[in-house]
C-alpha cells in the first residue's frame, strides 16, 4: 500500500491520482489517499497515513515545513512530486518548469507579443520557482526591463482579483501567462465579464494542461505536464526502494511542452493602448 498526499483542488493533483491507481493497481499495489484541505494539513495527512501502515509515501507539492513528513520519510520511501525538493534524502520527480515556461514565452514572442505579464509566484516553492522561470525565460528573449510578476496563489479567486486589476489598468498587457490552467480560467472569465476578448485583445496561457484546458468553452493555451511520465517515473522509485533495488536517490525532470489552442494569438494594434515603452522589473504584491 502507497499513501498519496494530494491536493483535491488541484486538477492535476487529482488526475495524477486517477492513473497512479490504475499503474499501481498493474503492480499489485493499492494506494491510501490522504487530501491535503484547509482543516487537514500535511501533518495531519502524513500522520493519518502512517497509521494505515503504508510501505512507502508520494507526496505532490506538500508542505516543506512539515515536521511529520520528515520523520516519515525517516521510515518509509518518500517521493516528492510536483516541484525541485531541495531534499537529497528523498527521491524527487519535477517538471522542467524552466523549459515549460521558455516555450510559453517564446510561442507569444513569435506571435509578436512583447507586453507579457505573469500571474503567480505565491503558493509556497512551486510558486515561487514558476515565477522564477518566468523571469529568466523573459531574460532570455531580451524582455528582462518588461518583466512584470502580478502576485496570486494558485486559488482561483487570487487570479480572479489580480485580473481586475488588469483590467483596471490605464495600460493593459497583450498576453497574460497563469501559474496554473485554474487561475488561467479564472482570468478568463473576468475578462469576459468585462467585454475583453480572448485572445484578440488579451492572450492567455494557463500551466498543467489539466482537463480545464482542454474543455472547449476555454479551449486553453498551457503548458503541458506529461502525467504519464510523472506516474512511470514515481512508480519507479518508490517500489524500486520498497523492493530494495534502489541504491542512490532518484532525481527526474519529467519534460513540458506546450498546447496550443484559441486563447492566444497575434497581440492588438498598438493603437489600442498597449505599452510601449519597457517598464523596470516589479512584483504587485497581494494586497
Not at 506516474?231 to 525532470?253: D, F, K, P
Request: glycine share 6%; proline share 6%; with cysteine.
Amino acid at each position: 500500500m502507497i499513501g498519496i498526499v494530494f491536493k483535491m483542488r488541484s486538477p492535476l493533483h487529482v488526475r495524477v491520482v486517477e492513473r497512479l491507481f490504475v499503474r499501481a493497481a498493474e503492480r499489485g499495489m493499492g494506494l491510501a489517499l490522504g487530501p491535503i484541505t484547509v482543516e487537514r494539513p500535511t501533518d495531519v495527512v502524513v500522520s493519518q497515513l502512517m497509521e494505515e501502515r503504508v510501505e512507502g509515501l508520494v507526496a505532490l507539492n506538500p508542505d516543506p515545513q512539515s515536521r511529520v513528513l520528515r520523520e516519515a520519510s525517516n521510515l518509509v520511501p518518500l517521493v516528492w512530486l510536483g516541484e525541485w525538493a531541495h531534499t537529497p534524502e528523498v527521491d524527487n520527480v519535477y517538471l522542467d518548469e524552466v523549459e515549460g515556461l521558455r516555450l510559453a514565452v517564446e510561442h507569444l514572442v513569435n506571435l509578436g507579443h512583447r507586453d507579457i505579464v505573469y500571474v503567480g509566484g505565491l503558493g509556497g516553492p512551486a510558486g515561487k520557482s514558476r515565477a522564477d522561470a518566468f523571469r529568466n525565460a523573459m531574460s532570455m528573449f531580451g524582455l528582462a526591463e518588461r518583466t512584470e510578476v502580478l502576485a496570486s496563489d494558485f486559488s482561483e479567486e487570487d487570479a480572479a482579483n489580480v485580473a481586475r486589476k488588469i483590467v483596471l489598468s490605464s495600460e493593459r498587457p497583450t498576453a497574460v501567462i497563469c501559474c496554473a490552467d485554474q487561475c488561467a480560467v479564472a482570468v478568463m472569465e473576468v475578462f469576459a465579464q468585462s467585454g475583453i476578448r480572448v485572445p484578440e485583445e488579451i492572450s492567455v496561457i494557463g500551466f498543467d494542461d489539466s482537463y480545464l484546458a482542454s474543455l472547449s468553452y476555454h479551449s486553453l493555451t498551457s503548458v503541458r505536464q506529461d502525467v504519464e511520465a510523472i506516474v512511470e517515473a514515481t512508480l519507479e522509485a518508490v517500489v524500486g526502494r520498497i523492493e530494495g533495488n534502489e541504491e542512490s536517490h532518484r532525481v527526474v525532470s519529467t519534460p513540458a511542452s506546450l498546447t496550443v489552442r484559441n486563447s492566444t494569438g497575434p497581440p492588438r494594434p498598438p493603437s489600442t493602448g498597449s505599452a510601449t515603452a519597457p517598464t523596470k522589473e516589479r512584483d504587485v504584491q497581494k494586497s
